[in-house]
């Protein structure tokens, strides 16, 4: 978590959220951010590795987020873009005009529990994620969701609901393979954002 959540061409390191502590002989490969990216043209599946194993903990603080009591005047105002404009440019010309979906506000895009293997990008308006009733998390363009049940084929852990009248880029598992082996960076940077969501639940959980 601590490499990826390093901001590109930037020195300064990002802060452990744990300690690890060895209880036998164990062997280890590390890597920095270049490295981890390097490998990501060779093996995209990498990322998608890497992913599983942060949903899995995220899924976990998901859980026990939703095991609280329901709070209805509970809203997040995080948002923040996964994807910058250059980014933003290259997917809508891999993607197509066939992979743009448009939604009024207030439609819902996904329902919590419900199976799925598409993800989304914003391109315009705003969406809200829930869990339960709790807002946690909200999003304009350069936005990510839909991307768990994508990578680890189980239910959708969180509502999505259009804030206003909205653009998405659709994208499947193969789509998002073979985006990754063209640019790695666009793999770093969905990682990046696992991370910072991972991060961002704990800090939710501490607070309530």
Not at 61 to 68: A, E, F, T, W
Request: hydrophobic content about 45%; some cysteine.
């Amino acid at each position: 978590m601590a490499v990826l959540s390093e901001i590109p061409d930037v020195d300064t390191p990002a802060r452990r959220t744990a300690t690890a502590k060895t209880k036998t002989a164990v062997t280890c490969y590390s890597l920095d951010g270049d490295e981890v990216q390097k490998g990501l043209a060779k093996r995209p599946e990498f990322a998608l590795m890497l992913m599983s194993v942060m949903f899995e903990r995220l899924r976990t603080q998901v859980d026990r987020l939703s095991r609280r009591p329901s709070d209805a005047k509970h809203h997040s105002n995080r948002m923040e873009a996964i994807f910058d404009k250059s980014i933003m440019k290259a997917l809508r010309e891999r993607l197509g005009h066939n992979s743009v979906v448009h939604f009024r506000a207030e439609d819902r895009i996904l329902k919590e529990g419900s199976l799925g293997s598409t993800m989304y990008v914003v391109t315009e308006g705003e969406v809200a994620v829930a869990v339960g009733r709790r807002i946690v998390e909200k999003m304009g363009p350069g936005g990510v969701f839909g991307e768990m049940a994508l990578v680890d084929g189980l239910p959708r852990a969180a509502t999505a609901v259009a804030r206003t009248e909205c653009a998405l880029l659709s994208m499947s598992r193969p789509q998002l393979v073979s985006l990754i082996e063209s640019d790695p960076v666009i793999g770093m940077a969905m990682m990046r954002a696992v991370a910072e969501r991972l991060r961002y639940m704990n800090a939710l959980l501490a607070k309530n």
